[in-house]
């Protein structure tokens, strides 16, 4: 019960109509895949996710309708092409959201710490319109030799975090057990009637501990949606982990000594199990609008397989055998790609905001839109806001 006067009643009601708000709800589908190098050439990935510049930099061209290309000189249509995803933020003098930093302040955002030097074809990360990944989605689909790893599809609330995991449950043997068993008689004595010597036999046994580990993609996301409704705050944490095997433990092996009756017997040994494991993850944050894909690329592994062929017999000759043997080395590359597509939906699930509504330019950059009533010129090409909507 409330006891107040009028006007303050009416700002408690004010204040509980406030949080009893509805969060809303979004569904984040993600695409695990997984490339090889030579796959990465043949796609082209360089064409998609940055500009593409010929002719001495005089031509460039993008793909989607809203390519991620900045203006050299705002309100003409020659395309800069600075290669950097995302571009420079728009004008310090656009509010609430990405125009609201200075032009520099969100260049190479997402690429910062992602990007390993010398490697450039492999590298690639970006925010992609549902154009451009429909296209990069069909070329991935459409070519053998990609694994996709997982394809999962989820439904949360704004604020609230979300796993993805789509992991086989691996038994991996991490520790050895040894125990020795029998051995003496009864009472202690070392044999029957008390006293009466030794004799039993003192046997060994090795047993593997074992631990499960989980193997495979995982997705750690919370999603918050801003208060223009449109765009989306995007915390990231994907995760692979393999395992690769063990490690040769060299001199580290376990010898455990059988003695009986007759004298010590032949020992035991076992090699330590070093179990190897590759964990390829990513940190980052994001702001996207409503239906566009986070990309984030460049999580290299190198494999190396080592090959041995020589000629039966002849190869094993001393001295004229390194005649009849070749060694080579095998090196694979595989960079790691993942997709996120937050989308925001209503209680019956349908998508809240159609693409005509997005506000940025469908045919052009994605500037953020100057609400209505604030200061400071729109970009040109894109009406403000009509008053009321967020």
């Known amino acids: 019960m409330v006891r107040a006067s009028l006007q303050d009643l009416d700002l408690v009601e004010q204040a509980i109509e406030v949080l009893n708000m509805a969060p809303q709800q979004l569904t984040i589908e993600s695409r695990i895949a997984e490339f090889t190098q030579d796959d990465s050439r043949a796609l082209g990935f360089d064409w998609w996710f940055g500009h593409v510049k010929l002719n001495g930099g005089k031509i460039d061209s993008t793909v989607g309708t809203a390519p991620s290309l900045v203006p050299t000189t705002p309100g003409t249509g020659v395309n800069g092409g600075n290669g950097i995803f995302p571009g420079p933020g728009p004008a310090g003098t656009l509010l609430g959201g990405p125009g609201a930093q200075a032009p520099s302040a969100s260049d190479n955002k997402l690429t910062s710490g992602l990007t390993p030097v010398g490697i450039p074809l492999a590298t690639f990360t970006g925010i992609l319109t549902d154009p451009q990944f429909r296209m990069v989605l069909r070329a991935i689909e459409n070519r053998s030799g990609i694994d996709l790893l997982s394809c999962p599809k989820i439904t949360t609330l704004s604020g609230r975090q979300a796993q993805i995991k789509a992991v086989d449950i691996k038994y991996v043997v991490t520790d050895l057990d040894l125990d020795q068993t029998g051995g003496g008689g009864f009472f202690g004595g070392g044999g029957f009637p008390p006293g009466g010597g030794g004799g039993g036999a003192i046997g060994s046994l090795v047993q593997p501990i074992t631990e499960p580990f989980e193997v495979g993609p995982v997705l750690d996301v919370i999603p918050s949606v801003s208060a223009d409704g449109y765009t989306i705050q995007l915390t990231l944490i994907p995760t692979l982990k393999e395992f690769l095997g063990y490690d040769d433990p060299g001199a ?66 001393p001295g004229l ?11 694979t590359k595989k960079n790691l790609a993942i997709f996120v597509t937050p989308t925001l939906i209503d209680p019956a699930g349908n998508r809240l905001h159609s693409d005509e509504e997005m506000p940025f330019a469908q045919n052009g950059i994605p500037p953020q839109r100057l609400p209505a009533g604030s200061t400071g010129p729109a970009p040109t090409g894109v009406p403000a806001l009509p008053a009321g909507q967020p």
């Open 252 to 317: 580290f092996v376990a010898t455990i000594q059988s003695v009986g009756g007759a004298g010590a017997a032949a020992p035991i040994i076992t090699p330590t199990p070093l179990p190897k494991f590759r964990l390829r993850q990513v940190v980052t944050s994001v702001v996207v609008w409503d239906g566009q894909t986070v990309v984030l690329g460049g999580l290299l592994s190198e494999d190396v397989q080592k090959i041995k062929d020589k000629v039966p017999v002849l190869g094993d000759l």
């Open 321 to 331: 055998g390194r005649f009849f043997r070749s060694e080579s080395t095998k090196t």
